[in-house]
């Protein structure tokens, strides 16, 4: 009972990684880079939510976490223009927008908690009382991860994106506009980082200090399963969210702070994820 | 032991020859490698060719450790040096090129050469931050190293102009001297003709061949059957990843089988492969 | 913006000071030259939270006293940030000491940066005024012991303090929720300590990080272990929060306290209804239900356009009071470090914000006892003083 | 003269600390500023190291730091060591712990090596804040003695910068020998270092493990000059300052991240409001990855290239341009 309790409450808080995880799953597939300010979209589409309020609120997040990204986007594509590839300089940018739209954050909103509420009633399950916003997160994050797996698996623009995150030169040859998907990824990290903002402002609040943990939780899930398909980012994000519900319930806090990056070491040391294969210039 | 059969015989394999035989490799399902093996002995200059695609590439790359062989053994000196990594490889004496060279731009030709010692450094990593006497001494021997093998490819004027600054077959030579300074007794090297002017393979033929003449056995992949015919003993010729016939160069070109699928190719580009056939 | 307010009443004093200086011959200056007085506090960092509402507290009293000692002598203030952390605080006490030649100062913020600055506050000799309970500043066995002054309710008070309201409401388990630093650890340490002799057993205590936004699980693990009250000692308003919804959720219907450090506005405000009920201690009920000697610091901080917050201001202001009363002590003397130290340690029942009387001697450097504490309720977003 | 041409960083950085040196030693808030920068050049070098040269984008430097720190408070504090053997144990514990990680990390990825020390440094800060009986927790660490008979601030200084001079001493040796070219190789071309023969993996361990050393010196200098040391004095804030410091200094110069210290250090206190400061490095470190990558060291390399190129000395064009093979 209380086991499947842990369990079933990871699930619910997972679901949030689900949505962290799925842009870097994206945008690792594409730009073969990390976005360190998914967390930081998070923090600013909650703290505008919360500033503005109502369903005027949620666009205004929604709206400011995609500014966000979008900042992000076009020092990716200058740093093309100045003709830098390389992938870490892309992650070493993200990190400073993470850091600068984190302390904008502080700056104009100052230390609080970012917190509203949504549901008042809760369900049931099984003798196991559940927020229907928990539920909501779920299926927020299952839903975006089919239409991601439709998108990328069924449509024109996912055989480009497929195509583009393969081999760049080949695509851009063949006609596909890689910087224009590239970009489009940096925008829909920007918005799902937002939509998890948004339903942690709902389920549990935030405040400035998150992003960077929340983009670690998110890489971490990201990664578990292997990082090339959104629905491995799900079982991911899930399964973190599991392990962390079972450590805070049968260990010490010392774990449970422990689990997203024991999580990221562990499958970083074991999987081949990133693995410098190197070989001659023809192999 | 041997791979398929050959129309002519191998030349007796000294004793400390490298030796690929029966390697085999796959990439996702396609065969790149059949089961093919090559020979080189010291002293000697063995040519590696074949159309693109033909798999002389993946060979080169299995017998320098840059690909690990499905099956089939890499031999050096009767010593099994299959499937170990690149680096050992160097260490156990086999060098490489890189069809392009793989040289940073703004080292100068001497300091392109030091990296080539690496292995013969005996300091420790932290004995070099000490910076004790006994690694200032080594750094000044290397030095001294480098500019002599530099000396004998008659390249010790360059040493301080920057490799940018080089045309494509001095680059080419550096990364030459960068193998030798490694203390190769094999040297691999990945089409070293390609791009040069017809005066700069002149001078590369002879380079290669004062350096064979030192008693370093060297393998040649190349297009260029001239210049392959001009510097080789014995060619093996691959073709969808098999060995198609393996000679003396003359014997090759004469060969059906080479004129039609490789030379015959090539001959319409490369007027002196046609004429050598 | 508070920081631009604040830069350039400094930026006048030091251009006041510097005309001051061009204008009056130097002999004059000794006696009439402002005392200056340090103020290092957290402005930004986890511990701003109490660090701004310290900070705008002390301005608005100069302001007030025209920065003049309520015995006439005038004085100047040298702020600075110690960012809620330790290096920063050590760091800007020296610079205050030895660059802006602070007698006194008020600060650092947390109970990290005033282990940090204590060394160094004894060696230049100059006394901290430290607004922190945590145990170990006032630890007797520390080298800068004789250094450090607290302006605010230490730990064991505090915690004896709720656990007492706890007993009366006939609780026996008590289980524990902090957060992963020095205060919550000190806190859950002192709880276990604390509760036997209340006839109460701590039977489970859980942790969470600062990053943690889901504590559903923590707050299963205390239901389970089948608790009569929770005891939350946590700062960080997000995982307050986090844990009321968790605790609602997953159906923890039991009597939630709060240590001081969730006794703050910004919390009663923002959280929802799900924090009806929760008992926090405070210093005072400034934002919400001040007594006479506190609404006279509310009404200042509104005339400045400020929002009062908490005990954090009445901490601020006080700790200003008491440098204020301690150069009153010794009047017509020249202060120094030293000076300032002695006088400090002779001071009793000055003028303050407060309910309750600060005292220090020779032997007591705590200051506070547990009168000044008040247990509030957290109802439609404000803060009721129980009685 | 030799010693000129091989340890000109060495020279100049001494130079620069002896013209400093009698202004700071004036000001005693300078004396104080000069100790905690010089624990923070240290930390920007030991990032120079590691991603200037090894290519690894460290992200654990504070953590390094924190053991170093740590060390020399058990050390010292606890067991009584005689001054400065504790430096040892600083600098061996990080090195030893470097140097394992860096074996399962090197392999990868760029991006994954510095995402794998961003999780390190977290592990080892969480295991810092949570081993009562080792660190005292999160409430810290009291009382730690100074070292023998350094203990004034300027003594401080002197050591502090005394330490810092001879890290670059060591580092310009190193990259003057084969084992500091290899590191040079390897970051441009790791093909073309195993073509030589280089162990990537061993070469990027060991000067990760190098850059950990030098850090734990830095938290052995902080721990003994503060006296007091929690789990918040060297976090992963300070490995992320460092890691800016060095970049915007010039990871890749050895003396980028010294000049990228100071740079930080007196720029941000010159900043309006605390709030800011994230914005400020943020948009500093966005603004020098879009114009110098290379940092400041890197832009002061160009602006004096193209001077000199504008006097007419231009570069002859290569001869014989590189042509790829018919394929």
Known sequence: MTFSEFILRGVLAGSIYVLLAVPMSLLFSTVRTIDFAVGAYALVAAAVAASVGGVLGIAAGLGAAVAGSAAMALIFLLLKRFGCHNHIIYALASFGVATALASAVLWQYGTQSFVRDSFSQFWSLAGIRISPQGVLNLVTALVAVTILYVVIQRSQLGRMMRAAAVNVMGSELAGIPVELIQVGTYLVGGLLGGIAGLLILFTAGLDYSAPLSLTLSGFAAAIVFGIDNPFRALFGGLAMGVAEALAAGYTSGMVTSMVPFLFLLIVLGTSRFGDATVAGDRT | ??????????????????????????????????????????????????????????????????????????????????????????????????????????????????????????????????????????????????????????????????????????????????????????????????????AEQETLSRQIRDVAARGVGILLVEHNFALVRSLCETVVVLETGRVLCEGAPETVARDPRVLRSYLGAVGESDEQGEAAA | MNKTTCKSWRRAAAVGATLGALALPLAAAAADAPVKIGTVLSLSGPAAVFGLPERDAINVVAKKLGFKS??????????????????????????????????????????????????????????????????????????????????????ATSIEFILKDMAKSKAKKVGVLYQEDAYGKTGVDLAKEIAPKLGLEVVETVSAPYSATDLTAQATRLRNAGVDTVFLQVSIAALGTSFLKAARQIGLDKPIYANAGLAQRSFAENVGPEADGLRTLSIGNLPFEPIAEEKELSDLLKADGKVPQGWGEIVGANGLLAALAAIDAQAGKEITGESMRTALEGLCGFRSYARGKICYSPDNHDGWDGSSLTIVEIRDKKMRTLD | MTFWANHRNTLIAIAAVLIAAPFVASRPVWLDSAVILGVYALLALSVGISYGQAGILTMSQGAFASVGAYAAALCSARWGWPPFTDLVLAMLLPAVLAYGVGRVVTRLSPLATALATLALGSVISIYIRHADDLTGGYVGFAGIPAIGFIDTPLEYAVLAWLLVIAVVYGYENLMRSAHGRALNVLQQDQARARADGIDVARSMSAAFALSAAIAGIAGWLYAHYVSVLSPESLDTNISVTALLMAVVGGAGYVLGPIIGTVLFDTLTRLLPAAELQGLFYGLALVVILLVARTGLMGLGEQLIGAARSGLGRRAAPAAGLPARAAS
């Open chain 2, 1 to 198: 032991m041997t791979g398929p059969a050959f129309d002519t015989p191998v030349p007796p394999a000294a004793a400390d020859a490298l030796v690929a035989s029966g390697i085999e490799v796959a990439f996702g399902g396609i065969k790149a490698l059949a089961g093919v093996g090559a020979t080189v002995v010291p002293g000697r200059i063995v040519g590696l060719i074949g159309r693109n695609g033909s798999g002389k590439s993946t060979l080169f790359n299995c017998m320098t450790g840059f690909v690990r062989p499905g099956a089939g053994r890499v031999t050096l000196g009767g010593a099994d040096i299959t499937g170990l990594p690149a680096e050992r490889v160097v260490r156990a004496g086999i060098a490489r090129t890189f069809q392009t060279p793989r040289i940073a731009e703004g080292a100068d030709v001497r300091t392109a050469v030091l990296c080539g010692f690496f292995n013969s450094a005996k300091t420790s990593f932290m004995g070099s931050v000490a910076g004790f006497g006994a690694a200032r001494r080594e750094e000044r021997r290397l030095r001294e190293e480098a500019d002599a093998v530099l000396e004998g490819l008659g390249l010790a004027d360059l040493r301080h102009t920057e490799v940018r600054r080089l045309s494509m077959g001095l680059v080419r030579m550096v990364d030459v001297a960068r193998c030798i300074a490694s203390g190769a007794r094999f040297i691999l090297l990945d089409e070293p003709a390609a791009g040069l002017t017809q």
């Open chain 3, 70 to 155: 309520p015995g006439g002598r005038p004085f100047e203030l040298v702020l600075h940030d110690d960012k809620s952390n330790p290096t920063e605080a050590a760091r800007a006490v020296t610079q205050v000491i030895n660059n802006d030649k602070v007698v006194v100062v008020v600060g650092p913020s947390t109970g990290s940066g005033i282990l940090a600055a204590g060394p160094i506050a004894s060696r230049l000799k100059v006394p901290l005024i430290a607004p922190a309970g945590t145990m170990a500043v006032g630890d007797r066995k520390n080298e800068f012991w004789p250094w450090v002054f607290r302006m605010a309710i230490n730990d």
